[in-house]
């Protein structure tokens, strides 16, 4: 089983900014297709941006258009997540998830996982 970590989450107020990291251990990321995915409570595990092995191909959820980003940095073999004018309806636990073909941005398209990092959007 592949390991992720997920980092740079916490706590924001509304409006605010934050940067996730998604970093492997034991293999390298630059070969995988890689996703962001979240949970609020109560709510079921969504797709919110996921990219390509080569980076040429990515997909954000409508929520998110226009606000995140998702980038690798093949330098650091890590894929990042620029969250901008967060709203509380970005709270929830944000993983990173990995594989080796890109066939979409749903939580089955995916099979290794990090183990999640809380994101709070809260005045």
């Known amino acids: 089983q592949l390991h992720l970590v997920e980092s740079g989450g916490g706590l924001v107020q509304p409006g605010g900014s934050l940067r996730l990291s998604c970093a492997a251990s034991?293999?390298?990321?630059?070969?995988?297709?890689v996703g962001w995915f979240r949970q609020a409570p109560g709510k079921e595990r969504e797709g919110v941006s996921c990219?390509?092995?080569?980076?040429?191909?990515?997909d954000y959820a409508d929520s998110v258009k226009g606000r995140f980003t998702i980038s690798r940095n093949k330098a650091d073999d890590t894929v990042y997540l620029q969250m901008n004018s967060l709203e509380p309806e970005d709270t929830g636990i944000y993983y990173c998830?990995?594989?080796?073909?890109?066939?979409?941005?749903?939580?089955?398209?995916?099979?290794?996982w990090g183990p999640g990092i809380q994101v709070t959007v809260s005045s």
């Open positions: 990219i390509s092995s080569s980076g040429q191909t990515f």
């Open positions: 998830a990995s594989d080796l073909f890109y066939s979409g941005c749903a939580p089955r398209d995916f099979t290794d």
């Open positions: 034991g293999f390298a990321l630059d070969y995988y297709a």
